[in-house]
């Protein structure tokens, strides 16, 4: 039997996923976003990922019904996984679309998961959910894998084409089934893991490192920032060395590396231990926007500028650079702090769209004419910056400060 693959959640992670497995395989690809499903079948992905030529496939179905999900015999779910104010998971969002595959689930499915969780959450979490709910009997009656994602949105070089992809099965039939599936589907590596927690875990430690490090980069910024060292210079010195890893400083928002090391806190501190690296660097990447608030204010005063008459222009709202993603965006936190000690601070973004509105802030995406600001923040390298002359928008006594050093060295454009 031809196998028939159900996507549930078609976002950044599911949308890709089901074009690509619509080449080869019958796909309908459900959201419980309505507006989404029809942009999607008018040919449109309003997250530009996917160009509409490869949307109007026959093979590949957009839908709002779960009744169109029941011929498929591999389900796999990509739908989000935030965390609560209080830095917890939120697993609503999986604990529904588990619900919903309970469900459909017939003898010898698969379900795979996608979406980025802490070890063990397949298998302690969704699989008691898939088996109440179905009344089938786990290894037995149905299957599970697990296979993170490693897609960087933003980046054309690094594609879920070309990418190693992890896979991992609850057994081993499941683990040779699912290699084989991907496999069909993707040029790159599929790399096989011996068990769902492995997988579940390499997804977490790839972002935690990520965020362990920055973290300590953006602290070396600070001490070197207190004792007039360029940092940027100091890490291309350093890099020099055969074995040194180069990070840049920066805010570090978005739903995956801002977020994903909560997961394994939580995870954890369930089991007795409280890892400190991983909760003080998310700490300190969390507390970023206030310390450069506070480097804003001294540089301020240093330009004769007394903070509560100025006004500031933030480049860049989303959460990293060429991408109009905003959720979780540090920039955005930066925006709301500095509001609070300066007169005016505008928002500019021109790849986010400009009726994008979050509580109060409105993004533009036009500086007005001539208009002049005492603090340029470029917070977010998108390339298209480079076509902008940051000196342009200063008052006579005001400054720049560049947080990803985007901007050749001037005597007025600070460094994070
Ligand atoms: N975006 C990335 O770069 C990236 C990279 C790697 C991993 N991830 C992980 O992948 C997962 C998905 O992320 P994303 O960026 O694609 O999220 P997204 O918000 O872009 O897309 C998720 C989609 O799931 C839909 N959805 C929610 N509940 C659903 C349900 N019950 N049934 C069907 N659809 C449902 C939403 O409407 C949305 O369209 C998360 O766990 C994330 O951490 C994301």
């Known amino acids: 039997m031809e196998d028939k693959v159900g996507i549930l959640g078609t976002g950044y992670v599911g949308l890709p996923l089901a074009v690509i497995f619509g080449e080869k395989y019958e796909v309908v690809a459900f959201d419980i976003n309505k507006s989404r499903i029809n942009e999607l079948k008018q040919g449109y992905d309003r997250n530009k ?46 604990s529904r679309a588990s619900k919903l595959t309970g469900r459909l689930l017939s003898h010898n499915n698969i379900v795979v998961y996608e979406s980025t969780v802490f070890p063990g959450a397949t298998e302690e979490f969704c699989v008691p959910i898939l088996e109440k709910i179905s009344g089938l009997k786990f290894n037995k009656d149905f299957f599970v894998g697990y296979s993170p994602e490693r897609i960087n949105v933003g980046d054309n070089e690094n594609t879920i084409d070309n990418v190693s992809k992890i896979v991992s099965g609850s057994n081993n039939k499941t683990l040779d089934k699912l290699y084989s599936l991907y496999k069909s589907v993707l040029s790159s590596k599929i790399y096989k893991v011996s068990s769902i927690k492995v997988a579940e875990a390499s997804k977490i430690t790839e972002n935690v490192q990520r965020d362990v490090n920055i973290a300590l980069i953006n602290e070396l910024s600070i001490v070197f920032n207190n004792l007039n060292i360029d940092t940027n210079e100091v890490l291309k010195a350093a890099s020099t060395k055969w074995n040194f890893n180069k990070y840049q400083p920066g805010l570090v928002g978005g739903h995956c590396i801002g977020v994903d090391p909560y997961y394994l806190v939580h995870k954890s501190k369930s089991h007795g231990f409280k890892p400190e690296i991983i909760s003080n660097a998310r700490n300190l990447n969390e507390k970023m926007p206030g310390k450069i608030c506070e480097i804003l204010k001294s540089k301020a005063k240093q330009h004769g500028l007394e903070p509560k008459f100025c006004s500031a222009l933030i480049m860049g709202a989303s959460f990293k650079e060429n991408v109009k993603d905003i959720r979780n965006s540090k920039s955005i936190d930066l925006y709301k702090k500095l509001s609070l000690i300066l007169n005016y601070v505008e928002i500019f973004d021109p790849i986010v769209e400009a009726e994008n509105k979050i509580e109060d802030l409105r993004i533009s995406s036009k500086i007005q004419n001539n208009k002049k600001f005492d603090i340029i923040v470029l917070s977010v390298a998108h390339k298209i910056f480079s076509k902008i002359n940051p000196l342009e928008l200063i008052t006579k006594s005001g400054f720049v400060y560049d947080i990803k050093s985007f901007y050749k060295k001037h005597p007025k454009i600070y460094r994070l």
């Open 49 to 94: 990922q996917i160009k509409k030529g490869k949307l109007k496939n026959k093979r590949l179905l957009f839908t709002n019904s779960e009744v169109h999900l029941k011929k498929c015999n591999i389900y796999i779910i990509t739908v989000p996984t935030p965390i609560f104010k209080n830095k917890t998971p939120d697993l609503r969002y999986i």
